[in-house]
């Protein structure tokens, strides 16, 4: 049963939870899993609101843009896999920049990024950590997204 929803992030939906396996942005999670709960009884938990959002965001730079096509959605997802395999450099993390703008402008519940940070990531020369601060539409506060990271390098 979906969780009560005050009126104020109604508009940001609700879906299932995701657990990230890993801190780096790549395809692999799984179902959220409840806590304490023996493996037989786990059952799928329910995020909505800002949280929802969050998530919404991470799947949607996940998700190769077109990938979706077949199912009506030619426009959803990003072009930040174009960049795995590339040198991390400055010119690399502006695109990199510009793949997430262009994929949160996409997003109809985001009405600006308040902020976006690509940098290096230390120790790694292949790594970028990313954060983001985003205003959904209709809110007042800010959510924030990471930081996670990206491997460009294979």
Same mark, same amino acid.
């Given at each position: 049963m979906p969780s009560f929803r005050p009126p104020?992030? +109604? /508009? %940001? %939906?609700?879906?299932i939870a995701i657990h990230a396996v890993h801190r780096e942005l790549r395809p692999v999670y799984r179902p959220s899993e409840t806590a304490r709960r023996p493996r037989s009884a786990w059952d799928l938990v329910a995020r909505d609101g800002l949280e929802n959002? +969050?998530? +919404?965001?991470? %799947?949607?730079?996940l998700t190769p843009r077109g990938e979706l096509a077949a199912l009506g959605h030619p426009d959803y997802g990003s072009r930040? /896999?174009? %960049?795995?395999? *590339?040198e991390n450099d400055? @010119?690399?993390r502006n695109l990199l920049r510009l793949f997430i703008l262009e994929a949160l402008k996409?997003? #109809?519940?985001?009405?600006?990024? +308040?902020?976006? *940070?690509?940098? #290096? !990531? @230390?120790? !790694?020369? !292949?790594?970028?950590?990313?954060l983001l601060r985003v205003k959904p539409v209709a809110a007042t506060e800010l959510v924030t997204i990471g930081p996670f990271s990206i491997e460009l390098a294979v």
């Open positions: 104020s992030t +109604a /508009h %940001l %939906l609700c879906d959002l +969050a998530q +919404a965001v991470i %799947l949607r730079l930040v /896999h174009e %960049l795995i395999g *590339r400055s @010119p690399r996409a997003e #109809p519940r985001i009405d600006k990024v +308040a902020e976006l *940070r690509v940098e #290096p !990531s @230390p120790g !790694s020369r !292949s790594t970028v950590d990313v």
